[in-house]
Structure formats: structure tokens, C-alpha cells
Nanobody, 113 residues
């Protein structure tokens, strides 16, 4: 069983930045790809970014050039650096390990002036 715990959400003004963290339990973290998803009110959950065990990354077009996903295998942690935030980035952000379909509890990000 893997537990994922997100942190780092909050209220930020448009154009601002936030860094989300997701701490994973277990000893196999470094072997698995990790993803960030988000769900805005009234909308379906959507994939935001992913990072493979090799460190290669992919992004949704809506966040490409603004968000950066990274991982620290020594700390069992995956990060999402979010820059140039827009009101439409407002959502609950979830960490996901696809193998085993594990999800965190989510962290709220609100972009508003």
C-alpha cells in the first residue's frame, strides 16, 4: 500500500507562483512514474503533468512552459512548480502513482486577485 500526501496549495494572485509537493510512502518510489492531476469545480479531473522513473517529463498543453514537474527519489517526493498562474488554474491538485492507481487527498490551489 502506498500513501501519497500533497502539500503546498493556497491562495495566490494571478501571475504568482506556487510549489506543490507530494510525499510518497514505501521503498519503490523511484521505480514508478508519477503524475499530477487537477479538478476544477464542476469539471472532470484532468491530467496536468507526468514524470517517468527516468526523469523524462510531459505536460498538458494548458500548462506547458509554466509548470515544471520534478522528483527527488532520495526524499520520495514529486514536485510541481507552478509559475505565471492564471485564474483558470484554480482546482484541487492531486498526486497519482499510476501503477497501483494510488491517489493523494488533494491540495487546493486558488488563483484570484
Amino acid at each position: 500500500q502506498v500513501q501519497l500526501v500533497e502539500s503546498g496549495g493556497g491562495l495566490v494572485q494571478p501571475g504568482g507562483s506556487l510549489r506543490l509537493s507530494c510525499a510518497a510512502s514505501g521503498s519503490a518510489f523511484r521505480f514508478y512514474a508519477m503524475n499530477w492531476y487537477r479538478q476544477a469545480p464542476g469539471k472532470q479531473r484532468e491530467w496536468v503533468a507526468g514524470i517517468a522513473s527516468s526523469g523524462s517529463t510531459n505536460y498538458a498543453n494548458s500548462v506547458k512552459g509554466r509548470f515544471t514537474i520534478s522528483r527527488d527519489n532520495a526524499k520520495n517526493t514529486v514536485y510541481l512548480q507552478m509559475n505565471s498562474l492564471k485564474p483558470e488554474d484554480t482546482a484541487v491538485y492531486y498526486c497519482n502513482q499510476a501503477v497501483g492507481d494510488y491517489w493523494g487527498q488533494g491540495t487546493q490551489v486558488t488563483v484570484s486577485s
